[in-house]
């Protein structure tokens, strides 16, 4: 599939996520102060989506049972989520986030 084009830049501010479908995935698109990650949506703990919770740095947190996932990494950092999501390759271009879906980002830890 390659990258696809999945939202303009400009269009989430800092801390802001959107959750989208793309190739029968249900994947969030967050905006960092940094940088921009694409995830899984829904939460390894309990098939719970990621979109309901919050940004904090890097991190983003579970509403559910308040387990926190490096965006980078996809690496759950607080008990109870051992297993963590994946984050997939990001680019923006031409004033456009792309996102490959078929390829995790070469620091995400989950096994896909
Ligand atoms: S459903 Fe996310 S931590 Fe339990």
């Known amino acids: 599939m390659g990258f696809v084009a999945i939202a303009a830049a400009d269009e989430l501010a800092v801390d802001e996520m959107k959750a989208f479908e793309l190739d029968g995935r249900r994947l969030l698109l967050v905006r960092t102060a940094d940088d921009f990650y694409v995830v899984d949506e829904m939460c390894t703990h309990e098939d719970y989506s990621l979109a309901l919770g919050c940004i904090k740095g890097r991190r983003i947190k579970c509403s559910l049972h308040g387990s926190y996932f490096d965006l980078a990494t996809g690496e ?37």
């Open 76 to 112: 759950p950092d607080e008990e109870p989520a051992d297993e963590p999501i994946c984050s997939y390759r990001v680019k923006v271009e031409n004033g456009q986030v792309w996102v490959d879906p078929a390829q995790t980002r070469p620091e995400s830890r989950c096994r896909r």
